[in-house]
């Protein structure tokens, strides 16, 4: 157990002092910093408003951002891994110890992006919540990258990846249901069309923030019974969702990365 | 002490290893030689578990590898052929990432930065660093935690002939403390007189066994030729 500990403590700080000059982490920064003003530009609304902005800035920038953020995690290490993996320590305390690192960088970010509303309005219930999401969502994201740069040995090929599987969560799943919205055996069984939307992250992020603290209808979308367990409870499956996909990322991650090893 | 079994390792239908059997001793410098493709670098993976073997037992220090990695490991330090650093890493956050690992004191990362004349470069990251350096720093994180087995696949490459001279030097002294010292390379000329033993490998097996003074009279193609010029 001493040594688990050791392991992680150690990759942390290694962790932590790779993304120092790390150009992604920079502009996942300055992106959390434009975002997290953006809502004083509307004083009469602010607080109502920042949920929104944080919702479309995590959806179209800082998804990307943390993706490629966690690429760059796992493509950076890659090439030491002949001494990395011949030291006495178990690759999962090493795996922990970057995502812990990851984590630690992405979550103040998110605070970030909530704290200029925060400090004028005061803080509520709806924007540590939406700040939660926001982190939680982003640290998914990542893990997804990092077990894309795992398994992709080749630097391109690894970004050209990340960028498909952004594209395919944040247009993909959608254009894909779009296009069988009208097809009889939708019609037959909607919880089938609705699923993909319930396990992508970011389309669960936008369903919960728009359906559910912004208390829009849901009209586009049918309210079966699955349908409406979602929307009363957006938060649990949120969390849900999210760890099991950062379990998948971690797993797969750690699987890749022995891989590429052994390889 | 390393003690081989049997080791069989394949790559796609290629049987790289096969059947090797090979033990290497405390307190003494042994190589592992042979041509390009014999499994030198293949025996080193497997035997500091970077890949896991298809059949066959290694033990280090009588840890058996699969069994009782953790303590294996902890036996064992590892120099890669050609090691590569996080790029963004310094010089001195890689050795004491290291340190930190092994629960090693920072004094010991001070102690060879010094030895391995690094301070010099502590602060800059191993992106910009020259082959030789970069391969010094290795070298030190080889060093770093008094393993009583060390394998170094070509240590010899990237450094100048005065450091070369300093590493022969400090494994000689390794091995004198009691060490296991295991070394793979094809740079024969430079080890004559400076190992106990020399184990040659042919087509994923100990062939043979040489004595470690005759090994320019065993392998003359792999010294330097001088070059010759013709008159007109």
Redesign the interface.
């Known amino acids: 157990m001493t040594?688990h500990l050791?392991?992680i403590?150690?990759?942390f700080?290694?962790e932590v002092?790779?993304h120092?000059?790390?150009r992604f982490l920079h502009v996942h920064l300055a992106l959390a910093t434009v975002i997290s003003v953006l809502p004083l530009f509307t004083p009469d609304a602010t607080e109502r408003s920042a949920p929104a902005w944080v919702l479309q800035g995590v959806l179209y920038c800082l998804s990307l951002s943390s993706l490629l953020l966690g690429l760059s995690a796992a493509h950076?290490?890659a090439?030491?891994?002949?001494?990395l993996?011949?030291?006495?320590?178990?690759r999962g305390a090493w795996l922990s110890g970057k995502v812990m690192a990851l984590a630690a960088l992405l979550c103040p970010a998110s605070l970030l992006l909530v704290a200029p509303t925060a400090l004028t309005g005061g803080v509520s219930g709806t924007l540590v919540y939406v700040a939660a999401a926001a982190g939680g969502v982003c640290l998914a994201i990542a893990l997804v990258g990092l077990a894309i740069g795992f398994w992709v040995r080749d630097h391109v090929r690894g970004l050209l990846l990340a960028l498909g599987v952004w594209f395919g969560l944040l247009f993909g799943t959608d254009l894909v249901l779009l296009a069988l919205s009208g097809a009889p055996w939708v019609q037959q069984y909607p919880t089938a069309w609705v699923l993909p939307l319930m396990l992508n992250p970011l389309d669960a992020l936008r369903v919960t923030v728009l359906f559910g603290l912004e208390r829009t209808a849901p009209a586009g979308i049918g309210t079966g019974s699955l349908v409406g367990w979602w929307l009363e409870h957006g938060g649990l499956w949120l969390t849900l969702m999210l760890t099991a996909w950062m379990a998948a990322g971690f797993g797969l991650g750690l699987v890749g990365a022995t891989r590429r090893?052994?390889g | 002490m390393i003690t081989i079994d049997g080791l069989t390792k394949s790559y796609a239908r290629q049987r790289v290893l096969d059947g090797l059997d090979l033990e290497a001793h405390a307190g003494q410098v042994t190589l592992l030689v042979g041509a390009n493709g014999t499994g030198k670098t293949t025996t080193l993976r497997v035997l500091c578990g970077l890949s896991a073997p298809d059949a066959g037992r290694i033990a280090i220090e009588q840890a058996d590898l699969v069994t009782a990695r953790h303590a294996a490991l902890s036996r064992l330090s590892f120099l890669p052929q050609s090691p590569r650093f996080h790029a963004r890493l310094t010089a001195g956050e890689i050795l004491e990432f290291y340190a930190r690992l092994r629960g090693l004191p920072a004094t010991r990362v001070a102690e060879l930065e010094e030895r391995w004349d690094l301070g010099g470069v502590r602060a800059q990251a191993t992106g910009q660093l020259s082959g030789g350096t970069r391969q010094r720093l290795a070298l030190a994180v080889l060093m770093l935690p008094h393993a009583p087995v060390l394998v170094l696949d070509e240590p010899g490459l990237s450094l100048d002939p005065d450091w070369r001279r300093f590493l022969h030097a400090e494994l000689h002294s390794a091995a004198r403390r009691g060490a296991t010292v295991l070394v793979a390379t094809h740079l024969l000329g430079e080890w004559e007189g400076h190992a106990d033993r020399c184990l040659v490998l042919e087509a994923g097996r100990v062939a043979r066994e040489l004595p470690p003074s005759r090994l320019r009279e065993a392998f003359p193609f792999s010294l330097p030729q001088p070059v010759r010029t013709h008159a007109v």
Do not use: H
């Open positions: 040594a050791s392991t403590r150690a990759t700080w290694r002092a790779e120092r000059l790390n950076g290490d090439d030491e891994f002949p001494l993996f011949t030291q006495p320590m178990a090893v052994d």
